[in-house]
């Protein structure tokens, strides 16, 4: 039986997911692009709650490759645009000081 | 119920009715129909999001009146404030501290009040030693730190408030032990850190002159050593329980939260801890993981935490809440 369900749902801010929500099934967002856009994609629990949840936030179902590649394109853009976002005469370490760590690619769960 | 005393040693107390939910946390009673405890329910909830992605905002206040001033990037935040009701942010008058670098205003902290606030250096490519405090509605210069500072926390009142940590913001960015203490005019010298460290986490607006905390951050490697202050010294406690740098935080020197951050430089971590003055404790997780320079404020049962990496013009706010519960034997 799968654990999550995996799906795409702007995050609309205040009560967008509550407390109650975070006690009632496993959540977790990330953002991924779309080819033209970042989109917020979300890991949610595999219950009927988390399906109600991600169907009242007008989410879009995906599956676990396909929410993967949204994530992979967004971790793709933001490490080019760290590469890219140099400054004359700066060293690698401030770089980082200025940036933080070059970001990593990231595996949902 | 027999059972009770022989393990606790006590009997179950009557009470003709409920205390308040806060006031019973972690007691057992017999209200003349139900046994009943209560019991601290925790969890992150989305907050109101942020007019633009961003991270390195100083922040400070409560979870319903909160204050997130500059940060990056220039455009959206630069030396703009916004402020939070518990609901959505606004923006609020512009930081005073004199342009050159569009980065002037990012990476520094802030403490104190939304209404009694202040926020000290940060800036880039080199660290400045600025301070403004906050009224609520204007930012006003007020005495610099006797040195350039960036990535240190500021914590505590803004007339009663601790800087700490950081480094000197110019190459080659050593991590600094030094503390100063602020009256909200004038600085003074405080105890030093036993170990230098920038991008830590600690006590915030909860945290006082004279009892404050610290963890995690960077050597420049990531430390999972903890220190709290008495208001002269440093002393080493209870390691964090994980190696981290920029790792958000909110609380006071005996009830302390820290999330998210960077445990494996690059890759946010979720994850949530409590500190209780002794030991370090895990709490339910963040939905989203950051990276987080200081853009947090409130207490480790209200904590709010907003930008960072990850959906970075989101906010998140934290609530631990005594709740009544009918004990059963299911």
């Known amino acids: 039986m799968a654990l999550f369900l995996y799906g795409t749902a702007t995050n609309t801010g205040k009560g967008f997911f509550t407390a109650e929500d975070r006690r009632n099934f496993f959540l977790r967002g990330y953002t991924g692009h779309d080819g033209s856009n970042l989109i917020d994609v979300w890991v949610v629990g595999y219950t009927e709650k988390g399906a109600v949840w991600l169907a009242e936030a007008s989410g879009t179902e995906q599956t676990k490759a396909e929410a993967q590649a949204l994530v992979r394109a967004a971790d793709t853009i933001a490490r080019t645009a760290w590469d890219n976002n140099d400054v004359d005469g700066e060293s690698s370490a401030e770089k980082v000081t200025r940036l933080g760590d070059k970001p990593g690619f990231i595996t949902i769960p | ?330």
């Open chain 2, 1 to 330: 119920m027999t059972a009770y005393k022989a393990l606790k040693g006590k009997k179950i107390k009557f009470l003709a009715s409920d205390p308040p939910a806060a006031a019973g946390e972690g007691q057992v009673w017999y209200n003349g129909i139900d046994y009943k405890t209560s019991v601290k329910v925790e969890a992150w909830a989305a907050g109101g999001n942020l007019p633009a992605a961003g991270q390195s905002a100083a922040g400070f206040g409560t979870q319903t009146a909160a204050v997130s001033a500059g940060g990056t990037p220039p455009g959206s935040f630069g030396l703009k404030t916004f402020e939070y009701d518990g609901s959505s942010w606004t923006a609020g008058n512009n930081m005073v501290r004199a342009t050159g670098s569009p980065y002037t205003s990012a990476y520094g902290s802030g403490s104190g009040t939304l209404t009694a606030g202040w926020a000290a250096g940060g800036g880039y490519p080199t660290a400045n030693n600025l301070v403004e405090n906050y009224d609520g509605t204007n930012w006003t210069a007020s005495a610099v730190i006797p040195a350039t500072r960036g990535g240190g926390i500021s914590n505590g009142p803004q007339t009663a408030g601790l800087y700490f940590g950081g480094t000197t913001g110019a190459p080659p960015r050593t991590a600094l032990v030094n503390s100063f203490h602020y009256d909200g005019e004038a600085w003074t010298g405080g105890g030093s850190l036993n170990t230098a460290r920038t991008n830590a986490g600690g006590s915030g607006v909860t945290g006082s002159q004279t009892a404050a905390l610290c963890f995690a951050g960077n050597t420049p490697g990531q430390t999972n050593k903890t220190e709290e202050y008495d208001g002269t010294s440093w002393s080493e406690v209870t390691n964090f329980p994980r190696t981290a740098s920029y790792v958000g935080y909110s609380g006071s020197q005996t009830d302390a939260l820290a999330f998210s951050g960077y445990t494996d430089p690059g890759n946010a971590a979720v994850t949530t801890t409590g500190y209780d003055g002794t030991s370090w404790s895990s709490r339910p997780n963040m939905a989203a993981g950051r990276l987080f320079y200081h853009s947090n404020s409130g207490t480790a049962n209200n904590a709010l935490a907003w930008s960072g990496e990850g959906l970075s013009n989101s906010t998140e706010e934290f609530s631990g809440t005594a709740t009544l519960k009918v004990i059963t034997d299911s």
